[in-house]
């Protein structure tokens, strides 16, 4: 509903709606209804799958043949349902893991009804509800502030403005904005499709097969493809017409069995499916994919940025001793539990001071608080004691707090060297307001904190370093604690942290730095964005792991974002994959899942091409020497069927580690160009010495039996090499094709079906003598193309 036609909203009532304001604004519509979207429709699905390029070029020639006859000569019609089935079933089922997981890792606002506080869905939100916000929660609606506390509000997503905004009561709030800093609240003011955050979910969670080097790789190859056929398929329907002086219906046959193996149908498929069974695979392991190509990327990821906290060491944190500097032990353990007290949404730090000091604030009473930000690395509070006098604390990093050199600074590094955290606690003499707030504080206490390891923290560290995928760990903490934290888990290089405020500013100048240390402490959320596009200027593909606010502009600009399932709503809005499960030991499953997809894909795509480079040039040499098309569409589906359908579909979806490589389409055609020219001469060679043989016996099925004999002997040979290395199963494969083809030669009915006839025993010899030739030249090429980098 529009908001002239409604009444002005009564000003916002800070206990929220009651129930029965909320039944009224649903039965107006007035309801965040903008269903969770994570994957294409499936009407999309379908649509998607049937009206394709190559669908349509495939679907007109079968309709030719149809009208031309013999049906037989169709068979790749029906491969053409069956392929269009599978991808629309197989897609159908990566979007129902999709949906189930996204529904798992959906935002849950807090919003306030008859005055209490509730996480509900997004698609329970009503116009006028009173949503609560604290670090790190995203802006799920339009709204306008009622409450501020400290609010810094980052609207990057939507203006790519980094710096975050101070919101007051009365200020605007956009969806897709998320909030950095302090807590508050505000009203909605648009809901469902007239928010931008219908806009946003749709961009953020969408189902998508783009931005690929496979796919783009492939497209590109097919679009060359296609506009080849052109003047092939008129090429070749002069010379059958006009120079061979064929009956019309059987210059088509011939016309369409030169064009449809030209037509890699199955690659664009297979590639999809390769894709689709990965996101169900990676489901299983709780790990959501928001864009398919993420699998792909993360496996040609060569540096990972970790974020300490949440990354390698678990949310949860103790206080294991409070060090007093001035005054009592009782004292500081007072004004630590007011503080945690003032803070209604703390963080890891100060949870476990909460933990540790849950009472005792001694009559405490909070009258103004600055909340922690990861740019300050402190907050703040002024408390009021029992006699009514007000003090100001802040709580943050010593060595921020403290000026270089101050001696208290030697036991933090000591601690820091232990891999603990230490918090200073600090009675400043300055309003909380001042921007000078820091200078002549009053050093109170020590606050020492341990982390948890994540007990697989290790393990896949050491399967990055094996991988030869260098880590990198980039925390807002102190550099010599990150150090010892990643010594523990035996990274390279953690025994000389890198303090990032000495980082050079110079794009290059941090490069360099960056590539020869493996740990960097006291980083601003502005420097890890540095530091990744650093790292990208060097040709270095990136990926970056977080959970927190401070981690969503690297996420943002790294090829790969990895979010936490626990972390941060803005951090998942922008990552490509959430591991729900909240287990960096989930990255590995991805990585090998990518090489798999890559790998297997690549393999295969040698398959197609091949065949497409041999058909090129046997429609080409048969317009040249104004021979007969040797084939008929019925011969080359068998051939396709046999040699690259079948076995493309396994091996699409088999194990392979291979670590991924670049450049996919020059790998490609450095191997299927010479696989191909070989394969498409010496089955012309085979068929124009059978034509000697058998010219004038009125043997055209012969000729055509000899060059198909020789086609497929030399098929087999390349599925051979493709297949490499060897698996029992992949030896069954390659056998199981043979004995297919052999009982199409030894069955009479088959025989007459697919029109192959042996005749006598000359032909058929030369014809395996030459493919024998042909097999050793592509066993050479291939050792040779092998040895070389691509």
């Not at 469902?192 to 219908?198: D, E, F, S």
């Not at 969408?206 to 060359?224: A, P």
Request: aromatic share 6%.
């Amino acid at each position: 509903m529009s908001d002239h036609a409604r009444p002005s909203p009564p000003q916002a009532n800070p206990q929220g709606l009651t129930t029965a304001e909320v039944a009224e604004r649903m039965a107006r519509g007035e309801v965040n209804d903008v269903p969770v979207r994570s994957s294409r429709s499936t009407a999309d699905i379908v649509r998607g799958n049937v009206f394709t390029r190559f669908n349509a070029i495939l679907g007109v020639l079968f309709l030719i043949i149809v009208v031309a006859g013999p049906i037989q000569d169709g068979l790749f019609g029906f491969v053409i349902i069956a392929n269009t089935a599978i991808g629309i079933i197989q897609e159908l089922r990566a979007k129902k893991t999709l949906d189930s997981l996204a529904l798992i890792g959906e935002a849950k606002p807090t919003v306030r009804r008859d005055g209490t506080p509730a996480p509900l869905s997004t698609s329970e939100i009503v116009l006028d509800d009173v949503i609560e916000l604290g670090p790190g929660d995203k802006c799920v609606v339009d709204g306008e502030v009622v409450e501020a506390d400290g609010l810094e509000i980052d609207e990057s997503l939507l203006t790519g403005e980094a710096d975050p905004v101070v919101k007051r009561p009365g200020d605007p709030v956009m969806s897709g904005s998320f909030v950095v800093a302090g807590s508050g609240a505000f009203t909605a003011t648009k809901v469902g499709r007239q928010a931008y955050a219908a806009q946003l979910a749709e961009e953020a969670s969408r189902f998508t097969l783009v931005h690929s080097e496979l796919r783009t790789g492939i497209s590109q190859i097919l679009k060359y493809v296609t506009w080849m056929m052109i003047p092939v398929a008129i090429g070749l329907i002069v010379s059958q017409l006009y120079v061979e002086n064929h009956d019309w219906r059987e210059a088509v046959r011939r016309m369409v069995g030169g064009i449809v193996p030209m037509v890699p149908e199955g690659l664009v498929l297979l590639t999809s499916i390769a894709f689709a069974i990965g996101v169900i695979r990676l489901g299983r392991k709780q790990c959501l994919v928001q864009e398919l190509p993420a699998i792909e990327g993360l496996a040609r990821v060569d540096t990972v940025c970790l974020d300490k906290t949440g990354t390698l060491t678990e949310g949860g944190m103790d206080v294991t001793e409070l060090r007093v500097l001035d005054g009592d032990e009782t004292y500081a353990a007072s004004v630590l539990a007011a503080f945690g007290a003032a803070d209604p949404r703390p963080n890891a730090s100060l949870q476990a001071i909460i933990d540790a000091y849950p009472d005792g604030s001694d009559g405490w009473h909070c009258t103004g608080s600055l909340p922690f930000s990861s740019a300050r690395k402190y907050s703040g509070a002024t408390l009021r004691d029992a006699h009514g006098e007000s003090r100001t604390w802040l709580l943050g990093a010593p060595d921020v707090l403290l000026p270089p050199g101050h001696p208290e600074l030697a036991g933090v590094d000591e601690h820091g060297a232990r891999g603990l955290r230490v918090l200073l606690l600090a009675r400043a003499t300055k309003p909380l307001d001042d921007p000078s707030v820091m200078d002549g504080i009053e050093p109170t206490a020590l606050v020492v904190l341990e982390q948890r390891l994540r007990g697989d923290a290790a393990e896949t560290l050491r399967y990055f370093a094996e991988q030869n995928v260098s880590a990198k760990v980039i925390s807002g903490d102190n550099a010599v604690s990150v150090g010892a934290v990643a010594a523990k888990l035996e990274l390279p290089g953690a025994h000389s942290p890198v303090d990032a405020r000495r980082l050079p500013a110079g794009r290059d100048e941090m490069a360099k730095v960056l590539e020869g240390g493996s740990v960097f402490g006291r980083v601003t959320p502005q420097q890890k964005r540095d530091m990744v596009g650093a790292l990208q200027s060097r040709g270095h593909n990136v990926a970056m792991t977080g959970d927190g606010v401070n981690d969503v502009l690297a996420l943002k600009d790294a090829d790969i974002g990895v979010s936490m399932g626990s972390g941060s709503e803005a951090t998942k809005a922008v990552a490509q994959i959430v591991l729900l499960n909240n287990s960096f030991a989930t990255l590995p499953s991805v990585v090998a899942e990518g090489r798999r997809v890559i790998g297997n894909i690549t393999r295969v795509s040698n398959l197609f091409l091949t065949k497409t480079v041999y058909s090129v040039l046997l429609a080409l040499l048969v317009v040249i020497w104004r021979v007969p098309y040797p084939f008929l569409p019925r011969h080359l589906t068998l051939l396709s069927t046999l040699t690259i359908g079948v076995p493309a579909f396994f091996l699409a979806l088999a194990p392979n580690r291979e670590r991924a490589q670049p450049h996919f389409v020059r790998r490609v055609m450095r191997f299927a160009l010479p696989m191909g020219v070989i394969a498409g001469i010496a089955t012309f060679v085979t068929y124009l010495i059978a034509r000697h043989h058998y010219h004038g016996a009125g043997e055209l099925d012969a000729e055509t039996s000899a060059a198909t004999l020789t086609l497929f002997l030399i098929s087999m040979w390349v599925l051979a090499i493709i297949a490499r290395p060897y698996t029992w199963w992949r030896i069954w494969l390659v056998l199981a094709m043979g004995l297919g083809f052999l009982a199409v030669l030894v069955t009479p009915w088959l025989q007459a079906f697919f029109k192959l006839k042996l005749v006598g025993t000359e032909g058929p010899w030369t014809a395996v003598g030459i493919a024998v030739a042909a097999s050793v030249a592509l066993e050479l090429v291939w050792r040779w193309i092998s040895r070389r980098p691509a």
